[in-house]
């Protein structure tokens, strides 16, 4: 490891010593055992030790260990096991399994850690002269299959750990712009920012363990986008280093200067260069921040309510709804002496039956506000009377204030749910409002046909997350009680089934997760094949030697993670 850069563990999400616990949460196991059958109070099995696995070996050769040792400094060109082993993989359940396995695929032969933009540009052109293949790397937290080599690559594998580039260069406070290195994580950049009186407003669930240039190679969206914008709205500007030449592109508000090069960078996935800074708009603190919970009868009754807000004179800071499960599953996370868990074992239930609600068909929903003390109290005025008109009720931002400080804990589950034999992941989509409720409806069906067809229990729920002009993006998770060694095939099967779902319904293969090689199978459902065409004529030009992370968004046709096992 390298001073000052952080990394996970090489098995699972996060930092040794942090995992998901449920012991101090009663209702939790009971939910488990309700929709999977699965008992998660009974041992597990222990963890592989990384020593005992066959890691394969660095094919790195002398002569570009010692170009890049040159350009670097040797403690920053490592070739370890562990550090290889971390590079190789994001935090997909997939690659999960396979790396709890001893299944390491083609792993990197080296990793570098520049601590310059002259250093950035050394190593590519370094990787280039050997006819090598170089991946960047953020924060290790990609679930698409984006990180990893294609089984297949018989040249050398770097990868590039942009974690020493990690500081906030210049603010350009009359114009709401900042100038940051790629490498920093969510918190480092919030911090030195906020120092100042700033903030970037941008909080996936990966915050913690992604960084802004990941951000932007993926088109990530945050739990705030409803303000602050994704990621894409966010930067404005950006330097990326190419083979021989360095893109720069200034921090304009807007401009007319042909097809937008900006946005072909961003959602690029290291397929036409390592991006090494990007100016992105920031905001002053708001004064007030508050995020409310409120109840609805179905969860298509959230869905109307979040249509509304967004329609609205209201600009909140996040909207979010919970269908029937979800709902169901945050409340079996809720502490015994937690607020939330008192409220709705006392009068708040008592309060929905007479109303005539189903318990069983309630939705639970997170709005949030930002801004001046009567800005924030304008605002949720204006949401509770959508919210009543569409028959919910609000139970007070008790609830959204213990949301906040858990939001970036989601991620340890899928962990936990891998120990106890359950195969967990995550897809999300966006549709038109028209299509929302269908799309919603359609897939969750699906899902429980595909169990069906395999023979396993599991599960499936789904909130809305990001809320737009036109439509609304949905983000489900799904679990299936699998510990066979065929459990592989399971999660095929129901995650070819979303992903076609999606396409079949008016969605889109993803939100702000990204393609990689996971969901590079559905793209021309999803963007034509002359979309795909266009997409694939620009990276063959900019890369016609194939040095830059191959294989990701558009498919090549190469044996891989998409081809073998999720084919539609």
């Not at 998901?20 to 488990?32: E, I, M, N, S």
């Not at 937008?260 to 990007?278: D, F, K, Q």
């Not at 924030?376 to 005025?381: A, M, P, Q």
């Not at 990701?552 to 539609?568: D, F, L, M, Q």
Request: net charge negative; hydrophobic share 35%; with cysteine.
């Amino acid at each position: 490891m390298i001073d000052g850069v952080k990394q996970q563990k090489w098995w699972g999400w996060g930092e040794e010593g942090l995992s998901y616990h449920h012991a101090d949460k009663p209702k939790f196991a009971p939910f488990v055992m309700k929709l999977t059958g699965v008992d998660v109070n009974a041992p597990v099995k222990p963890l592989p030790r990384l020593e005992d696995l066959d890691v394969p070996p660095s094919q790195l050769t002398g002569a570009l260990r010692e170009r890049l040792e040159a350009i670097c400094g040797a403690g920053f060109v490592q070739t370890d096991d562990e550090t290889r082993v971390v590079h190789g993989y994001g935090k997909g359940v997939r690659d999960l399994m396979r790396v709890r396995s001893g299944d390491f695929g083609r792993l990197p032969d080296v990793v570098v850690y520049p601590g310059s933009q002259a250093e950035v540009e050394g190593i590519v052109d370094a990787v280039v002269d050997a006819d090598a293949v170089v991946i960047p790397f953020g924060g290790g937290s990609n679930i698409v299959a984006a990180l990893e080599a294609l089984p297949d690559e018989k040249r050398q594998v770097v990868s590039v750990n942009l974690g020493r580039l990690n500081k906030v260069l210049e603010i350009d406070e009359q114009s709401g712009l900042a100038h940051i290195q790629a490498g920093v994580f969510g918190p480092d950049m919030e911090e030195q920012l906020q120092a100042r009186g700033w903030t970037m407003g941008h909080h996936p669930d990966s915050f913690v363990w992604s960084t802004l240039g990941g951000w932007i190679a993926t088109r990530s969206s945050g739990m705030q986008s409803d303000k602050y914008g994704d990621i894409a709205d966010i930067c404005r500007g950006l330097t990326m280093v190419m083979p021989g030449q360095v893109l720069t592109l200034r921090p304009l508000p807007s401009t007319s200067s042909g097809p937008s090069v900006r946005e072909m960078v961003i959602g690029s996935e290291g397929r036409l260069g390592i991006i090494t800074s990007a100016w992105v708009n920031v905001h002053r603190i708001p004064e007030v921040r508050e995020i409310q919970a409120y109840f609805f009868p179905t969860y298509e009754d959230g869905l109307k309510a979040c249509e509304q807000i967004v329609a609205s004179d209201a600009s909140v800071m996040m909207a979010r709804v919970s269908d029937a499960v979800e709902t169901q599953y945050i409340m079996a996370n809720g502490k015994k002496s937690s607020t939330l868990s008192s409220w709705l074992s006392k009068g708040i239930s008592k309060l929905m039956e007479a109303k005539g609600w189903d318990l069983e068909r309630i939705a639970m929903s997170f709005i949030g506000f930002e801004g001046s003390a009567n800005h924030v109290t304008y605002e949720k005025g204006l949401v509770g009377k959508i919210v009543r008109a569409n028959g919910g009720m609000g139970v007070g931002k008790g609830p959204g204030t213990l949301y906040d400080q858990k939001k970036y804990d989601t991620p340890y589950l899928r962990d936990f749910m891998l120990d106890h034999g359950m195969v967990c992941d995550v897809s999300e989509t966006t549709t038109p409002w028209r299509h929302a409720a269908e799309i919603h409806d359609r897939t969750v069906a699906r899902v429980h046909e595909a169990l069906a067809e395999i023979g396993k229990r599991g599960t499936v729920f789904c909130h809305l997350s990001h809320s737009y002009h036109s439509g609304a993006c949905q983000y489900f998770t799904f679990a299936i009680a699998d510990d066979s060694e065929t459990a592989m095939a399971s999660y095929d099967h129901v995650k070819r089934v979303i992903q076609q779902s999606f396409m079949d319904f008016h969605g889109t293969v993803s939100h702000h997760h990204g393609v990689g090689e996971e969901h590079s199978p559905w793209m021309e459902q999803d963007i034509s094949p002359a979309g795909v065409f266009i997409q694939r004529t620009l990276f063959e030009g900019v890369d016609p030697g194939r040095n830059l992370n191959p294989g990701k968004i558009v498919h090549e046709g190469r044996p891989g993670i998409s081809t073998n096992s999720a084919t539609p």
